[in-house]
């Protein structure tokens, strides 16, 4: 069973930054694709950005170049490194690991973009 836990969420102002953290049990980085979701009150969870086994990258539209994914395999951890927010990132955000017919996800963490 893998477990993940997020951190890193918070209250920031419109234009700021935040890193999120998922630690994840055991050495799954390499071998799951990693991805970071987010879901806001009244819309369904969607994908934020995602990094394959192989190391390739993706992310949705909307992130346009302000967010960045990353892992670091030694230490279990995936990452998400948000750059100039707005109100409409604000959200639940969750970590999720996929491999073949296992699907996990953390509990999330709010991320809330307001003055």
């Known amino acids: 069973q893998v477990q993940l836990v997020e951190s890193g969420g918070g209250l920031v102002q419109p234009g700021g930054s935040l890193r999120l953290s998922c630690a994840a049990s055991?050495?799954?980085?390499?071998?799951?694709?990693m991805g970071w979701y987010r879901q806001a009150p009244g819309k369904q969870r969607e994908l934020v950005a995602v990094i394959r086994r192989g190391g390739s990258k993706a992310y949705a539209t909307f992130v346009k170049g302000r967010f960045t994914i990353s892992r670091d395999n030694a230490n279990n951890t995936l990452y998400l490194q948000m750059n100039s927010l707005n109100p409409e990132d604000t959200a639940v955000y969750y970590c999720?690991?996929?491999?073949?017919?296992?699907?996990?996800w953390g509990q999330g963490t709010q991320v809330t973009v307001s003055l």
């Open positions: 055991g050495s799954i980085l390499s071998t799951y694709a």
């Open positions: 999720n690991a996929q491999k073949m017919n296992n699907n996990y």
